[in-house]
């Protein structure tokens, strides 16, 4: 197994390090990764000594992992090992590279089952959160062999554009972010339009806007219980939206990606702030299953986000930061500290549209090259 980093990887290592999370000499750091995430996860390692940061390395054995799953141990994996805990409630950094890596198998393996085995998930940020730990997860280890093979890519070329976008600096989005947030703070109304027939208009509330900028924000609390994490590569503003107001159509023209799933070719009609049809090139099976099980605000809007990274152009995994790409969700917008606590939350994202705040254009496409 080859665990040597590149020259990239080394570098997009040094910039997350330094950047990002700003870890300071005698800081604890733990780092995971996979099999596949295995050569950047060193990479961190050597980077978070070079600074003088301590380190710890957790690597999840991917075929062990699946063998525990075969033997029907889904339970005992959610519940993470003493050591484990004992490294997060003792951490000061905590750095996530994602796995399984086969995606294939997790497209077969039965929801309940995924389910429990990260059933980890919710206490481990409760345990992140009275740790103070400031961390990332790095989105480079949802470039796997069996997604590259499903949309006909070059892992390896898709790999580089993403490590090529974690390497904006932060620094890069707070101007554009900071006049988005203004208007999207003081705003009423949101259209959306573009010329594949998309004219949506939206409501504002008065929630606060929130700049993902890849630096983690632990004690600010906009941010909610996730602060403490920044996904990199970053560059975004999100807000809630007013569940109440929503006209018109959307037509998106970038894949969802949610976990391991994802559809394509999603379109989205509302009438009187409610949606009232949907439907999906692909994946639109799984969306309406999970729709169906939806609670009361389902089939409300939950929030907008407008992407900032000026490195990202149509890279999978990557939509919602595409600089200028528009994510509407609906369903769901407590994580960004709105009022839908509907059980269901889906999104789709539209790139090259034209968004004005009540009437005023704030993003433009880019003139074709």
Known sequence: ???????LQRQVARHIVTRCLRVRPGENAVIESWDHTLPIAA??????????????????DEGAWWRAIDRKQSRLLGQGSDPEWAALKAADIFLHFWGPGDTDRIERTPEKTFDQAHGWFTPWYATAQRAGLRGARVAVGFATEGRARQWKLDRRAWEEKILRACLVDPSEFRRPGARLSRALARGRKVRITHPNGTDLEVGLAGFGPRLHDGIPHPKDKRYGPAGMLSQIPSGSVDVALDSTTAEGVIHANRRTNIWWNWNSGGTLE????????????HGGEEFARQYRKGSTGRDRTGSLRIGLNPAVGDVPNLETVEFGAVTLSIGNNRA????????????VTLAGAEVSVDG??????KPES
Do not use: C
């Open 270 to 281: 509302f009438t009187g702030g409610r949606l009232k049809s949907y439907s999906f090139d």
């Open 336 to 347: 960004q500290n709105g009022a839908n606590s509907a059980s269901f939350m889906n999104w």
């Open 43 to 60: 990479a961190a390692v050597d980077e978070i000594r070079r600074v003088g940061g301590r380190t710890l390395q957790i690597h999840e």
């Open 1 to 7: 197994m080859v665990t040597e980093p590149s020259a």
């Open 360 to 365: 005023v254009p704030v993003l433009r496409p």
